[in-house]
């Protein structure tokens, strides 16, 4: 083994086991943040990094075959829907009126002022409120 | 769901891979994991998705629910015509080999793609038939409800 192959290995082990950091960080963030809207930040934003990074290492791995441009495909594919998804989850706690913790009494009287404009009537109790 | 641009824009564009993939697990099901069984469901969420983002009318002027119930039959009988055809070249039921007696190999092959394409046939359609069904029924509870 030359130190070429050397060299790529580790930056593949590298980009692989910073992923898993990425992932461990984002499984952390969604268990122990406070509310909705940190916890899917968290989700997101660490799994997009992590998932990048986890095939970019396993693409090194592979070398020039099929299974890197089926990783190559893979990582394209995760890297538009995931925050997609995380966009339409984000949309709807916003459109049904879920405020972050905190900015309640903060915008109450503005989110009454919308429901009649925009016929968006914020309930008073939101299945939601008080966290997942 | 006119204001969800996003949305919209990312289902235009995953709509099509999502079939060909579905293509791509149906045919290659011999080689490698897969089949009629997934294929299927992968090629009916390609309409289920389209269906949550532009709604129930627009999915059904692209495949109407009078032909997804015809091919949830087409598939059955595409599988029970494989064995049936089978048993008329003199073997048993679903024997594939009797499809091609000189080089029975190629004969099984023949067989699974059938039988396969039959099953991924019945379980899109099954699966589209099924969110019509559910997403067709009236609203029951309303919004002010919960």
Same mark, same amino acid.
């Given at each position: 083994?030359?130190?070429?192959?050397?060299?790529?290995?580790?930056?593949?082990?590298?980009?692989?086991?910073?992923?898993?950091?990425?992932?461990?960080?984002?499984?952390?963030?969604?268990? +122990?943040?406070?509310?909705?809207?940190? +916890?899917?930040?968290?989700?997101?934003?660490?799994?997009?990094?992590?998932?990048?990074?986890?095939?970019? &290492?396993?693409?090194?791995? &592979?070398?020039?075959?099929?299974?890197?441009?089926?990783?190559?495909?893979?990582?394209?594919?995760?890297?538009?829907?995931?925050?997609?998804?995380?966009?339409?989850?984000?949309?709807?706690?916003?459109?049904?009126?879920?405020?972050?913790?905190?900015?309640?009494?903060?915008?109450?009287?503005?989110?009454?002022?919308?429901?009649?404009? +925009?016929?968006?009537?914020?309930?008073?109790?939101?299945?939601?409120?008080?966290?997942? | 769901?006119?204001?969800?641009?996003?949305?919209?824009?990312?289902?235009?564009?995953?709509?099509?891979?999502?079939?060909?993939?579905?293509?791509?697990?149906?045919?290659?099901?011999?080689?490698?994991?897969?089949?009629?069984?997934?294929?299927? #469901?992968?090629? /009916?969420? /390609?309409?289920?998705?389209?269906?949550? !983002?532009?709604?129930?009318?627009? !999915?059904?002027?692209?495949?109407?629910?009078?032909?997804?119930?015809?091919?949830?039959?087409?598939? #059955?009988?595409?599988?029970?015509?494989?064995?049936? #055809?089978?048993?008329?070249?003199?073997? $048993?039921?679903? $024997?594939?080999? /009797?499809? $091609?007696?000189? $080089?029975?190999?190629?004969?099984? #092959?023949?067989?699974?793609?059938?039988?396969?394409?039959?099953?991924?046939?019945?379980?899109?359609?099954?699966?589209?038939?099924?969110?019509?069904?559910?997403?067709?029924?009236?609203?029951?509870?309303?919004?002010?409800?919960?």
């Amino acid at each position: 083994m030359n130190f070429f192959q050397i060299f790529v290995e580790a930056i593949s082990w590298i980009a692989i086991l910073g992923g898993c950091a990425f992932m461990l960080v984002g499984a952390i963030g969604a268990l +122990r943040f406070p509310d909705f809207w940190t +916890r899917i930040h968290a989700v997101s934003v660490a799994d997009s990094a992590g998932m990048l990074l986890l095939t970019l &290492g396993m693409c090194i791995q &592979g070398g020039f075959t099929l299974v890197t441009v089926k990783l190559i495909i893979i990582g394209v594919f995760l890297f538009i829907t995931g925050p997609t998804a995380t966009h339409a989850v984000a949309n709807a706690a916003m459109v049904s009126g879920f405020l972050p913790k905190g900015a309640d009494e903060f915008r109450k009287p503005k989110i009454a002022h919308d429901a009649k404009t +925009r016929k968006l009537k914020a309930k008073k109790k939101s299945p939601l409120k008080g966290g997942l | 769901m006119r204001h969800h641009l996003i949305l919209r824009v990312i289902t235009k564009l995953l709509v099509g891979p999502i079939i060909i993939f579905a293509l791509y697990v149906q045919f290659h099901g011999e080689y490698s994991p897969g089949g009629g069984f997934q294929a299927g #469901v992968i090629f /009916a969420v /390609a309409f289920i998705l389209f269906g949550i !983002v532009f709604g129930l009318e627009k !999915v059904k002027e692209v495949f109407p629910a009078w032909l997804v119930h015809k091919f949830t039959a087409i598939g #059955v009988l595409l599988y029970s015509g494989t064995g049936v #055809v089978s048993m008329m070249l003199g073997a $048993n039921y679903l $024997n594939y080999s /009797a499809l $091609n007696p000189e $080089n029975p190999q190629a004969g099984q #092959v023949a067989g699974i793609i059938a039988i396969e394409l039959g099953v991924g046939i019945t379980v899109a359609a099954v699966m589209i038939a099924i969110y019509y069904a559910f997403a067709g029924r009236p609203p029951v509870i309303d919004d002010e409800d919960w």
